[in-house]
């Protein structure tokens, strides 16, 4: 029974890969000669960056900003062209995972501990293009913890003043250490339940001093494409 146990787990991932796969096969129609896109980040933009890849060794022509220095050294390897994005104004396309959506594009991000720098490409950005496999889509946010950014400073503060607002938070480690990002910041992972006003605590969250970011990515998605099983599924706004 263990044994059998074992091989349905295996399988259930296996299709979720391949629906992480299709995904992203959609999303790279999009992309046109002579744009800037964005790159994003997370074990779904992986298979992302390999499609582009391919598509630039047979002659598409496109700058790219990564939003984490893993995707940054991904792209490199690949041979994709890439440009500071403090010298740009203005993202044409970025391609993006999530941890969890709903059907009006609100989503839960930073599962890869990329949250600021995928909103700050998000915020601008044309268009934003999520791909996420079945599993991420949710009926209400806060299954999934929510990352949020803060200073080292700050992080005590922002701890007590989660519990204000309900949540419970936990400074992210990883192999018992403490996670930092890319710029040198913590994560907490707070869990406030199912969040029934994303809009409500965006903005409570964006009002703590030493909070650089969270994951609550609201009024910044255009289109979501999902995998399911063999076939893709597309929302709009």
Do not use: C, W
């Not at 991932?13 to 129609?29: F, G, S, T």
């Not at 964005?38 to 582009?52: A, F, P, Q, R, W």
């Not at 501990?113 to 999520?130: D, F, N, P, W, Y």
């Not at 907490?188 to 703590?208: H, M, R, V």
Request: glycine share 8%.
């Amino acid at each position: 029974m263990k044994q059998q146990n074992i091989v349905i787990i295996i399988a259930m991932k296996k299709d979720l890969e391949k629906e992480k796969e299709l995904a992203a096969k959609e999303a790279v129609k999009y992309l046109k000669d002579n744009t800037i896109i964005g790159l994003g980040t997370g074990s779904t933009i992986y298979y992302v960056i390999k499609e582009i890849a391919e598509l630039v060794k047979n002659g598409l022509k496109i700058k790219a900003v990564p939003t984490s220095i893993k995707t940054q050294e991904l792209a490199i390897s690949l041979g994709i062209p890439l440009i500071d994005i403090n010298t740009v104004d203005k993202i044409d396309i970025t391609i993006d995972g999530a941890d969890e959506f709903t059907k009006d594009l609100t989503l839960i991000k930073g599962g890869g501990g990329a949250l600021l720098r995928e909103k700050i490409v998000a915020s601008m950005t044309i268009q934003e293009i999520i791909i996420a496999d079945s599993s991420k889509l949710v009926e209400k946010l806060g299954k999934f913890k929510l990352p949020i950014e803060v200073v080292p400073f700050a992080s005590t503060y922002v701890h007590s003043k989660i519990k204000e607002l309900q949540g419970k938070g936990e400074i992210r480690h990883i192999n018992n250490q403490t996670f930092l990002t890319d710029q040198g910041n913590y994560i907490i992972d707070a869990d406030f339940g199912f969040i029934t006003n994303p809009s409500e605590l965006s903005i409570a969250l964006n009002e703590i001093e030493g909070v650089v970011g969270h994951g609550l990515f609201i009024n910044l998605t255009q289109k979501v494409i999902m995998g399911s099983t063999d076939q893709v599924i597309v929302f709009e706004k």
